[in-house]
């Protein structure tokens, strides 16, 4: 489950929207304590917003495709906490007004998102349950920006995503 929250300028109201992610992962072993990760999964963002003066609600819809690679630390039976750079391919973008009318804004956005995301979670079996916050490092309005449709406010604008993550091990 996602809970993103856009970076917004002053003077935007906003909220997250919630959604969800779906992927695999990959672990190797260091020794005991530590171990690297990567992931592979879709991850669903945006936030509705409403520009200053207005009262109608915009929402933005974005779909990235993620590559996290992460190094995991053991901190206590069970417990442990991990972090690393993440990289993210954008996969859709739509823009929905209040009147129901939705827009293709994937031109108005960059392709690849870079971010860093700190990890904290428990181990149980073959279940595993983490809550993550990725912190956006990267724009995501094209520069310079083309606001006919999403009507960001600049280009300032980024994206961070708390997360609630459940996994299953196979192997």
Same mark, same amino acid.
């Given at each position: 489950?996602?809970?993103?929250? $856009?970076?917004?300028?002053?003077? *935007? &109201?906003?909220?997250?929207?919630?959604?969800?992610? @779906?992927?695999?992962?990959?672990?190797?072993?260091? *020794? !005991? &304590?530590?171990?690297?990760?990567?992931?592979?999964?879709? =991850?669903?963002?945006?936030?509705?917003? =409403?520009?200053?003066?207005?009262?109608?609600?915009?929402?933005?819809?974005?779909? #990235? /495709? =993620?590559?996290?690679?992460?190094?995991? #630390?053991?901190?206590?039976?069970?417990?442990?906490?991990?972090?690393?750079?993440?990289?993210?391919?954008?996969? =859709?973008?739509?823009?929905? #007004?209040?009147?129901?009318?939705?827009?293709?804004?994937?031109?108005?956005?960059?392709?690849?998102?870079?971010?860093?995301?700190?990890? @904290?979670?428990? !181990?149980?079996?073959?279940?595993?349950?983490? /809550?993550?916050?990725? @912190?956006?490092?990267? &724009?995501?309005?094209?520069?310079?920006? $083309?606001?006919?449709?999403?009507?960001?406010?600049?280009?300032?604008? &980024?994206?961070?995503?708390?997360?609630?993550? @459940?996994?299953?091990?196979?192997?």
């Amino acid at each position: 489950m996602n809970l993103p929250s $856009n970076i917004w300028p002053a003077g *935007n &109201k906003k909220e997250a929207r919630t959604h969800f992610n @779906i992927g695999v992962f990959a672990q190797h072993q260091l *020794n !005991d &304590k530590m171990a690297l990760q990567t992931e592979l999964f879709y =991850s669903g963002e945006g936030a509705s917003f =409403s520009k200053p003066g207005t009262e109608m609600p915009e929402h933005i819809k974005l779909g #990235y /495709l =993620s590559l996290p690679l992460f190094f995991k #630390y053991t901190i206590a039976d069970h417990f442990y906490a991990m972090a690393g750079p993440q990289i993210s391919y954008l996969l =859709s973008a739509k823009c929905i #007004y209040a009147n129901g009318n939705s827009y293709d804004v994937i031109k108005e956005h960059k392709k690849i998102a870079i971010g860093f995301v700190p990890v @904290i979670g428990y !181990d149980w079996n073959k279940f595993s349950i983490n /809550l993550r916050y990725q @912190i956006g490092l990267s &724009k995501l309005p094209q520069t310079p920006p $083309n606001w006919s449709m999403t009507h960001y406010t600049d280009d300032q604008v &980024k994206s961070n995503v708390f997360s609630a993550v @459940i996994s299953y091990t196979l192997f």
